[in-house]
């Protein structure tokens, strides 16, 4: 701003106004609004508002703040996003026999897609399904028919229903 006047440093006056402008905002008429609270008039804040010295401060401050607000944001959502992971998991953990599949599918979708953040294309996908024997045994002659019987892939299913806790097996 070399052609208009310029304040020559800050002083606590200007950290004030800085604030005021943070906490208040630059809506349609603040500098009216200003000048009532700091006692001052319009045109000596749009001096001080548009000097150099001022504008840098007010911008490194206004940073410094939107930062610490994304961060506490970040923080917040980070803590309750766990919180709600918790009792997922001990719904399931207490409940998990008990709960509809669809249901359990449905929560690890959303899961997936909307907690999750999205894998790069360098990241490995690995997807696991639990299947009963009889299903394994579909999904194997199936391949089977596809492949013509070459290099069979033949492994053992095991039983992964959950037992009752504490309960012999």
């Known amino acids: 701003m070399a052609a208009s006047a310029q304040i020559a440093r800050l002083n606590p006056w200007h950290n004030r106004f800085a604030l005021w402008l943070i906490t208040h905002g630059e809506t349609k008429g603040w500098g009216k609004k200003a000048a009532a609270e700091f006692g001052v008039t319009q045109a000596w804040l749009s001096t001080v508002y548009h000097s150099d010295a001022f504008q840098d401060y007010y911008k490194g401050l206004r940073a410094e703040h939107t930062a610490t607000l994304i961060h506490s944001i970040q923080d917040k959502l980070s803590g309750a996003a766990g919180q709600a992971l918790d009792i997922l998991q001990e719904k399931l953990e207490l409940e998990g026999p008990s709960l509809p599949f669809d249901t359990i599918l449905e929560t690890v979708d959303v899961l997936t897609k909307r907690a999750i953040p999205a894998q790069s294309k360098n990241d490995t996908n690995i997807q696991v399904a639990l299947v009963s024997k009889e299903e394994l045994e579909a999904f194997r002659l199936k391949m089977r028919e596809r492949r013509g019987d070459r290099d069979p892939i ?13 309960g012999d097996q």
């Open 154 to 166: 033949e492994l053992t299913a095991v039983d992964v229903t959950p037992t009752p806790a504490g």
